[in-house]
Nanobody, 121 residues
């Protein structure tokens, strides 16, 4: 099994910054794409940023120019640097990984537990 643990969420004022981290652990054979999703109250979970195995990053239009996704394959960790935060960024942020463990021939989706990001004055 693959486990994902997020950290770095919290309360920040508009215009502030936060850096989220997500570390993968377990019987990992390989990790393909990793990404961040978020879910605001009353809304569906939506993709924020993804970084495939080819490192061709993709961002939601609402965060382009403000958020940066990166990954450290040696540490099996993905990061989300969030700058110029807005109240509408308030949500639970979830880490996602498309990974394969040692006991499977196929990739599967794994999710973290989520970390709360609140942007408010």
């Amino acid at each position: 099994q693959v486990q994902l643990v997020e950290s770095g969420g919290g309360l920040v004022q508009p215009g502030g910054s936060l850096r989220l981290s997500c570390a993968a652990s377990g019987s990992i054979r390989s990790i393909s794409a990793m990404g961040w999703y978020r879910q605001a109250p009353g809304k569906q979970r939506e993709p924020v940023a993804v970084i495939p195995s080819d490192s061709d990053t993709k961002y939601a239009d609402s965060v382009k120019g403000r958020f940066t996704i990166s990954r450290d394959n040696a540490k099996r960790t993905v990061y989300l640097q969030m700058n110029s935060l807005k109240p509408e960024d308030t949500a639970v942020y979830y880490c996602n990984a498309l990974a394969r463990d040692y006991y499977s021939d196929y990739d599967a989706d794994y999710w973290g537990q989520g970390t709360q990001v609140t942007v408010s004055s």
